[in-house]
């Protein structure tokens, strides 16, 4: 036994933690242990129900009843996955402990605690009288968690097979003939069948669970009585003392060296600490505030959407006065109600009164959360620069191809480009309300454009950006043609008919 | 490492820790709080009579009815700590998943939720979640994030032995000193071969075998325990 590997937390629990940590253990080693009950019940419960398939109850019972041979198996691979071994379900299947089997079967199936008591005879194959010394010993203040183990895991499991067949039902159309309320009174042969499976299944499902809780129970009680945790604690001191005491190689040969080196660094050069200056630290802070200061961190942008009138804001909790006064008035008012229409109706009138009110507080009341429901939009500045290209209508020239013409003449490449392309730009902000932003890049704003759907303006301004693209970035001249024939496409498409 | 224990760190660096509870007490709490419920119910059913079952009385009847099972456990879980009769029977309670004690509304979801953990019946659904995470929370406590712990005093009261103290040569780090200490109390309830087999494996500390290493191991304890 090398509680070193041990899988789980050794420490004082009580008998009902024991339990909830042996369900922790069922659930982590869930499906081994659910392979290990199911498998060895397979064959038999194959052979009985093709012998009794006109009462299958009959294999039911039997299979019931040798319950205390299928928990074995999950026990004995539960007690080698403790200490973190991976057992194989086949090959352990071979050697099924049939230990003491036949007591089992017989008297001490009626136990009341089998869970708790078979580690002692799966795992420390006691029988006869040391058993009986050693369940004594183990037992002690244990048996009534170990009894409500059973208790809770026998009333589960047929429970669980009565809940399988009804969630079967409820998922048929009709239903093969339970009645929910006289218990299970007279099934045909068919509601047997699912009865009988569903119950062998919730036997296979439960048996983990309930084995590994009585497994952490008598787990529980050797960790009391041997304090398995005290010993997990000495030997990690007596680990830890030795690794102090002994070296590694690596440590031997390498101490002397690194003193030497440490001894050789330190000698000649000042201690970092030194060439802090506390100046630094006060002027960088001033600068990081500066810098924070500045346009390029923060936005700003107007948004708009739809909210309240604002009437009182200050008593914004208080129910509306003249909703009070109504309701006096109306009370004031009430033989002249009462000799006009009589009780009932004036009753009504307030009623419709009072929920209008409710209405109308309940409104303003949440009108903050209700305006939300309204879909806002941010509606954000046109940008005013673009590319360090001023694009604001009033910096443009009024006739812009004659003016672009004009400088490339001149031999004003760059400048005629520019103006052309900035224009372009400004025509799109300012008819077509292209939603361009100073991050933009000049194919991001030739997207934009194209995602207005509208054809020949898109092409045209790809044309533009690929030529001013070329110039500015590439240096590279455009034929004179190429500008003229761009600056009449700018009259046919962006110039037209604004003016 | 399988383990029942909780552990949450809350604001400020401080860590908690709580052993969580699975079904077996929880299904006996549960069966205690229905018992004491039926009670209620059958005295309530007893006092209406005379109002009449099939008027006034039978109405007032059904109203409590519908307060006491939707509402019951809720009451409890507020007033009381998290703990409703059956509950506080088995030294468990309801908390929210930051171990802070459950409010209003977590009660109110794991309360209502209990529905749908009773799908399809005897709360199948409730079980299987349960057994299906790590902390034995069922669907209410998911929607809501509530988990239910143990609250009992376990530990026994230790009495201070008449153990000479002697102080330790050698430097031991906090969990290693309550070792120790467990080993001193814990002594009465081993039997006198494992307590030497204990001690052998501290010979390094103790420089003694047999015997005397488990003497001057108690003697230890009681000097950590502040017998000085």
């Known amino acids: 036994m090398n509680l070193d590997k041990l899988q789980i937390d050794a420490c004082m629990r009580s008998g009902w933690q024991a339990l909830d ?34 009462s299958p109850f009959w294999a039911l019972f039997i299979l019931w009843w040798l319950k205390p041979f299928w928990e074995r198996l999950p026990l004995f691979l539960a007690s080698r ?50 058993r009986r010394q050693r369940l004594r010993v183990l037992h002690g203040k244990y048996s009534d968690v170990a009894l409500s183990n059973q208790f809770v895991c ?7 097979a009565f809940s399988l067949v ?51 129970l008598y787990l529980n009680r050797r960790i ?35 003193v030497l080196v440490t001894a050789l660094f330190t000698a000649g050069t000042p201690g970092y600490a030194e060439a802090f ?74 009623l419709v009164a009072l929920f209008g009110g409710l209405l109308f507080y309940l409104a303003r009341r949440y009108r903050g959360p209700l305006s939300r429901l309204v879909k806002s939009r941010a509606i954000e500045d046109p940008a005013e620069i673009l590319f360090g290209l001023d694009v604001t209508p009033e910096s443009l020239p009024a006739d812009v191809p004659a003016q672009v013409m004009c400088l490339w003449d001149e031999g ?20 077509y309300q292209v939603a361009f932003h100073g991050s933009h890049t000049e194919v991001e704003c030739a997207s934009l454009v194209q995602a207005r759907g509208i054809e020949s303006l898109s092409e045209y301004f790809w044309e533009l950006t690929a030529v001013w693209r070329r110039l500015a970035y590439g240096h590279r001249l455009p034929a004179g043609d190429t500008v003229r024939a761009l600056c009449d496409d700018w009259t046919r498409e962006l110039a037209s008919d604004t003016e | 490492m399988l383990d029942t224990a909780y552990r949450v760190e809350i604001p400020g660096g401080i860590h908690l820790e709580a052993q969580v509870v699975g079904p077996i007490p929880r299904i006996f709490a549960f069966t205690i709080d229905l018992v004491i419920r039926g009670i209620i119910l059958a005295a309530l059913s007893i006092a209406s009579i005379p109002l009449g079952l099939d008027g006034v009385g039978g109405g007032f009847f059904l109203i409590l009815l519908f307060v006491i099972e939707w509402l019951y456990p809720v009451l409890f879980e507020l007033l009381a700590r998290g703990q409703t009769p059956g509950k506080k029977l ?67 009261a230790a009495s201070l032995e008449d153990v000479p103290p002697l102080a330790p040569v050698t430097q031991l780090s906090r969990s290693e000193q309550t070792a120790i200490v467990e080993f001193l109390q814990r002594s009465a309830h081993l039997s006198q071969p494992r307590q030497q087999e204990l001690a052998t494996i501290l010979e390094g500390i103790t420089h003694q075998a047999g015997e005397d290493g488990v003497e001057r191991l108690r003697r230890h304890g009681a000097w950590y325990l502040g017998m000085r």
């Open chain 1, 21 to 54: 940590l042996g369900l922790l253990m069922a659930r982590a080693w869930f499906r081994t242990l659910f392979v290990a009950s199911l498998l060895p019940m397979l064959p038999l419960a194959i052979a009985l129900l093709t012998v009794f398939w006109k």
């Open chain 1, 81 to 130: 996955l403790l200490f973190g071994e991976r057992p194989a379900v086949w090959s352990s299947m071979r050697s099924l402990p049939l230990k003491d089997i036949i007591p089992w079967l017989l008297w001490r199936r009626f136990s009341l605690q089998r869970a708790f008591d078979n580690p002692v005879t799966v795992l420390e194959d006691l029988k006869g009288r040391p």
């Open chain 1, 154 to 160: 026998c009333c589960f499991e047929w429970l669980l």
């Open chain 1, 166 to 216: 009804a969630l079967f039902d409820f998922f048929i159309p009709g239903s093969f003939g339970i009645h929910y309320y006289d218990g299970f009174g007279d099934l045909t042969l068919t509601g047997e069948w699912i009865f009988t499976l569903a119950a062998i299944l919730s036997m296979a499902l439960v048996i983990p669970f309930h084995s590994m809780a009585g497994f952490a």
């Open chain 1, 224 to 258: 009391e009585l041997e304090a398995w945790d005290i010993e997990i604690s000495f030997r990690n001191i007596a680990h830890r003392r030795r690794q102090r005491q002994r070296p590694t190689p690596a440590q031997v040969l390498l101490l002397p060296l690194l």
């Open chain 1, 277 to 350: 200056d506390g100046h630094e630290r006060e002027s960088a802070a001033e600068l990081i505030e500066q810098v924070l200061q500045g346009e390029d961190f923060g936005q700003e942008r107007v948004v708009r959407k739809w909210r309240f009138k604002d009437w009182s804001n200050d008593a914004e909790e208080a129910f509306p006065e003249w909703i009070i006064d109504f309701l006096a008035w109306l009370e004031a008012h009430q033989e002249f109600w009462q000799g006009w229409s009589g009780a009932a109706s004036w009753l009504k009138i307030l």
């Open chain 1, 412 to 431: 004003a490449s760059r400048a005629a480009l520019s103006l052309l392309y900035r224009a372009s730009l400004s025509r799109l902000i300012d008819r």
């Open chain 2, 90 to 156: 088995l030294g468990i309670a309801v908390v929210n998943d930051d171990l802070s004690p459950v409010t209003l509304g977590s009660s109110l979801v794991r309360n209502l939720l209990r529905t749908v953990d009773f799908l399809p019946f005897f709360y199948l659904a409730g079980v299987v979640t349960m057994l299906s995470n790590r902390h034995f929370q069922r669907l209410g406590d998911l929607a809501a994030g509530t988990l239910v712990i143990s609250i009992a005093k376990s530990a026994q």
